[in-house]
């Protein structure tokens, strides 16, 4: 292709475009279009489940295969009323939030170490690094003959998985600082303990948070596969029971919960960043 | 040496007569001095040889070529770098305003300004005091990020002053800021320095700039200050006194850029 140059611009008006204005906060016509926002998100979803109930109205899908909406929700009742659904949440989630707790400390405690210390870098990270890039399922094995199928193997494995997100994002935060922030505070006497409380950790918090973030989805893949060894309560239980039983519906209403946690634990952590890290922006682009 | 406090912010300035002679330093207190400082980076020597004594309340300004080691003395000044050889005797209380603010972004901007200070009831009023002499009384609250370019680098002057040093070191530090709020900054700068009186080491390319606000000017080339003259004009200085060009043009000379024969860059 050849390069044409442009013709000379005729000395006609130009074309100008007009730039929005910024709208007015919450007026009607903005409720309305809130309303209408919320209904084409909920569209898709509206339908597949519409859809999902017709074909196994219809008989057109076996519940063996795949159980009604209506099905699921029946199971949901059904695991209420003898309160064998709270019982599974609270043993599910005591476990991953011990687990969770005690890797998050574990990683946090050695992100600083060795993103404060050269030491700590020298002795930590190279084995950190490493271990990091073990599949944790592939350790459940191992960590069922160290701790045996009670309580101990399922909070030890999600306390080993835990441990990795936090520790990157914490030595990757605190290593992060702009050096010229630490120097500033060398020039106004703070001491390295000041140093690090005043002007490193608050620096990197965002970073660590967002590990602990991930630390959290973690801890939720690390139930499932912990829970699947040999569950005594929790959800994994009622998912291997109504294996044995052969109920579908109440599979999917134990996998819906999983995902329900997830997204919990997801939401409880972004309130937790929005309230620590009051200084940064909203980083939204639309 | 008496010591500079804030508590005494509220009085005014010392009335001025609109024409002030130059002022005279030789009864003061050392604030600096170097003998025979030396750093090199490698095999280089940045700065070779470098001799100076600055007074209290002595505004002196480094002139120099960009690369020729001013942030490097103003690094040792601040005791942020060590010299290879020599002697460095500065005061315990310095200060340090860099080109950029260098302001925590997780801490609020009267968390900043008293950074170093220890906590207790005293440490809100003295941000609040150094603050409102930038005139940034009401942004007490606000976070780093909120700040123009300008506000942050008063931010940085309040932390600067809040800390009561006696030597106020700044590296460039209006270099970044648009054209009015720097004629703004001379001005508050100035008259700071002029209620504080701390020694000021002020390290700037802009020759301009060096003439207006100080005693002294340096000029630093090849390792060593080649250049030390008194500023010998009345305050405050206009651009257009011919004592004010002629030394502008000396300068110039000595930076190598333009006028006469330069016999150092010869
Ligand atoms: N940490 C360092 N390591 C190596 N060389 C350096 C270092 N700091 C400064 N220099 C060199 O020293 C010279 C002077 O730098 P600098 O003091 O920043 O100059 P200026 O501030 O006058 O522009 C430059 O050539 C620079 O490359
Ligand atoms: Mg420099």
Redesign the pocket.
């Known amino acids: 292709m050849t390069y044409a140059p442009s013709p000379a611009p005729a000395n006609g008006p130009l074309a100008l475009v007009d730039l929005p204005t910024r709208p007015k906060v919450r007026s009607a016509a903005d409720a309305f279009v809130r309303g209408r926002r919320f209904a084409s998100r909920a569209l898709a979803p509206v339908l597949i489940l519409v859809v999902w109930q017709l074909s196994s109205a219809t008989g057109w899908v076996d519940p063996l295969v795949l159980p009604s909406p209506t099905d699921i929700l029946a199971a949901y009742g059904e695991l209420t009323a003898d309160g064998e659904l709270y019982d599974a949440l609270q043993a599910s989630l005591a476990r991953s939030l011990t687990g969770l707790a005690l890797g998050g400390f574990t990683g946090l405690l050695l992100g600083l170490f060795a993103g404060l210390w050269r030491v700590g870098e020298e002795l930590f990270d190279a084995p950190l690094q490493m271990l990091r890039t073990v599949p944790f399922i592939a350790m459940i094995p191992l960590f069922i003959i160290w701790f045996g199928i009670g309580e101990n193997a399922k909070i030890a494995l999600i306390y080993a998985a835990t441990i990795f997100p936090v520790y990157l994002n914490t030595y990757a935060g605190v290593r992060g600082v702009d050096s010229k922030l630490i120097e500033a505070g060398r020039v106004f006497d703070l001491g390295p303990t000041r140093i690090a409380l005043r002007v490193i950790l608050p620096t990197a918090l965002p970073s660590i948070l967002v590990g602990f973030r991930y630390s959290a989805g973690v801890a939720l893949l690390a139930l499932v596969a912990a829970e699947q060894i040999n569950a005594r309560s929790g959800i994994g239980y009622i998912l291997i029971n109504a294996n044995v039983n052969q109920r579908t519906d109440v599979i999917v209403a134990g996998i819906i919960l999983y995902a329900v946690l997830g997204i919990v634990i997801d939401i409880v952590m972004r309130v937790i960043e929005r309230i620590a890290l009051p200084w940064r922006g909203k980083l939204v682009l639309a | 040496m008496s010591s500079l406090s804030l508590a005494r912010l509220p009085d005014p300035a010392p009335p001025e007569g609109p024409s002030r002679a130059p002022r005279r330093f030789d009864d003061e207190p050392l604030a600096v001095r170097l003998q025979g400082v030396r750093r090199t ?2 095999a ?1 020597a ?1 700065i070779n040889g470098v001799d100076l004594e600055v007074r209290r309340g002595e505004f002196v300004s480094l002139l ?10 103003l690094r040792i000044l601040a005791g942020l770098d060590q010299a290879d050889g020599g002697e460095a005797r500065v005061p315990q209380a310095r200060s340090v305003v860099f080109q950029e603010p260098r302001l925590v972004p997780a801490k609020r901007v009267w968390r900043n300004v008293t950074l170093g200070h220890r906590r207790g009831r005293e440490t809100r009023r003295i941000a609040e005091a150094a603050l409102e002499e930038v005139g940034l009384g009401g942004h007490a609250d606000a976070w780093p990020r909120t700040l123009s370019g300008g506000e942050a680098q008063r931010v940085a002057l309040a932390r600067a002053l809040a800390k009561e040093p006696s030597l106020l070191l700044l590296d460039e530090p209006f270099a970044a800021l648009d054209a009015l709020t720097r004629i703004r900054m001379h001005d508050l700068v100035e008259q700071l320095c002029r209620r504080h009186r701390p020694a000021v080491v002020l ?1 700037t390319h802009d020759v301009d700039e060096a003439i207006l606000l100080s005693d002294r000017v340096l000029v ?1 080339a090849d390792g060593g200050i080649r250049f030390d003259a008194q500023v010998e004009l009345a305050r405050p200085r206009g651009q257009t006194e011919p004592g004010f060009a002629a030394l502008r043009a000396r300068l110039l000379a000595e930076l190598g850029v333009a006028g006469p024969a330069d016999p150092h860059h010869a």
Do not use: A, I
């Open positions: 980076f490698g280089r940045v120099g070529r960009s690369g020729t080691g001013k942030t490097t003395l390290v630093l």
